[in-house]
């Protein structure tokens, strides 16, 4: 009888000011994660407080601080320092995982050394995903995003290369993996969304001109992209703006 020995998983972070969307990824992954890694590059005190109320001494958790050493590469690189896992599975905090990351534990078992997982790009806001086709141009609604490969095996031969938009070393094509049945959705081109939540939410409680059912109208609206709008030329705008935003 084969006797398979329970895969230990840790979980790692960078971060830094973006308590709000990691705290909602952390909650997404803690009940897999046997441990879990922040490296934190120099948060402002109103986000280490927050993150700190949510760890609140919980033991799988290692927050370590490490400056921001100008790219992702070399943070990704602490992760390693620290994760003891048999495997690690690296998340940006501001990506949250289906509610079926269970599912992960079940590859922690399987013959490949690391993985790509499905990864859906938010844009703008909640009810859009990115659909260009490989970076490119080209759009294709059928196209499906992959991360990076960010679940593999902790056997101290994988490295990160030292630049922005890191990728693994020490691999093979080989011995890599897809995974489509867990998604992770990443919301780097959403955050406006969490500012419109607390505005909400302040609305709510604050509001003597607008309903509470406007207020809530005028919510889903916007975090769904069917506000409705009118089309304007950027140019437009004052020029303070154009310059802030480079329009020419």
Known sequence: MTITTKQKLTVGYITQNDSDWLILSLESIEHIADEIVIIDGGSDQSHVDRLNKFIDGKDKYKWVYNKYPGNNGLQYSQILKYATGDWILILDSDE????????????????????????????????????????????????????????????????????????????????????????????????????????????????????????????????????PVKLTNAKDHPSVVRREFYIG
């Open 96 to 227: 949250v995982v289906n509610d079926n990351a269970h599912m992960l534990l079940e590859y922690l078992t399987k013959d490949k050394d690391a993985y790509a997982i499905k990864m859906n790009h938010c844009i703008n806001d909640l009810a859009h995903i990115d659909s260009t086709y490989a970076g490119t141009p080209k759009m294709d609604p059928t196209y499906q995003h992959y991360s990076p490969l960010r679940l593999f095996r902790n056997n101290g031969k994988i490295t990160f290369t030292p630049v922005e938009h890191s990728s693994l070393i020490g691999i093979t094509q080989e011995t890599c993996g897809l995974i489509d049945d867990v998604t992770i959705w990443h919301y780097g081109k959403a955050k406006a969304m969490m500012d419109l939540k607390h505005k909400y939410e302040m609305n709510i409680q604050r509001s003597t001109i607008h309903s509470k059912e406007f207020l809530s109208w005028w919510y889903n609206a916007n975090l769904t992209g069917s506000y």
